[in-house]
């Protein structure tokens, strides 16, 4: 049985995987904040899924330059404190989608839109019930040989995070709120739609009940 892909090792590896790769003598911060994180965390829930990375705002693809550094992001993707966007494709849809995530106070909202489609889905949550801030910012580490130390990547992204239950929160209301949403029934090998499985169940206790009907009303 394949592994879903927004498990906590799935999600957390994507996130790896997605932070820019740093020069030498760079001295920044590769998750400087809570929002990052959580921005960070909504991309690797994106990628994990199918979705591919076309550019960081609406009519602005840099698809060319992103394909180049896949899966890495480019390092301009955190350019804008406390408010970052991802624009996506999907090969199951002819579709682009939008994904923001902002800062408000101390929420983050998160918002996804597929373009053309006026229909907005939001969520927000208060950053500190998922996010440890004692955890950043996180830095990964150079070698003696000068090269990045990305061997601890995926624990230390891991305590970011307030507990492990909280990551496996997000990733699944991230799951029912955007990406259910912008793309019903998507077909990813380990992924299960719940909106779509919920809708199957209805359906057969309806026609259950068109061919038991005595039965029904004697319940």
């Known amino acids: 049985m394949a592994s879903d892909p927004l498990s ?5 590896g994507h996130m790896a995987e997605a932070l820019p790769i740093h020069e030498q003598g760079d001295t920044s911060s590769d998750l400087s904040s809570s929002y990052e994180a ?9 990628t994990a899924v199918g979705f591919r990375t076309l550019g ?28 970052y966007s991802f624009l996506y494709a999907h ?7 939008i994904v923001k995530i902002d800062r408000l106070g101390g929420k983050a909202e998160i918002r996804g839109l ?23 910012p996180l830095r990964i580490p150079f070698t003696a040989a000068g090269i990045e130390d990305r061997d601890d990547l995926p624990r230390k992204l891991k305590d970011i995070f307030i507990s492990e239950s909280r990551i496996k ?4 209301l991230f799951k029912t709120t955007v990406i ?6 998507l077909n990813k090998e380990g992924y299960e739609d719940t909106a ?6 209805d359906d057969r206790e309806e026609a259950y009940a068109r061919r038991n009907p005595r039965e029904d009303a004697a319940r």
């Open 196 to 201: 779509a499985r919920q809708q199957a169940q």
């Open 169 to 172: 929160d997000l990733a699944s």
């Open 180 to 185: 259910q949403k912008l793309i019903p029934g």
């Open 8 to 12: 906590v090792e799935s999600v957390i």
């Open 114 to 136: 597929g373009l053309g489609d006026d229909r907005i889905t939001r969520f927000e949550i208060v950053a500190k019930d998922y996010i440890s801030s004692s955890a950043l």
């Open 91 to 97: 090969s199951q849809s002819s579709l682009q989608y």
């Open 56 to 83: 960081f705002s609406e009519g602005q693809k840099i698809e060319s330059e992103l394909a180049a550094v896949a899966p890495r992001l480019s390092p301009r993707w955190n350019d804008s404190y406390g408010s």
């Open 38 to 46: 959580i921005a960070l965390f909504a991309h690797a829930c994106m």
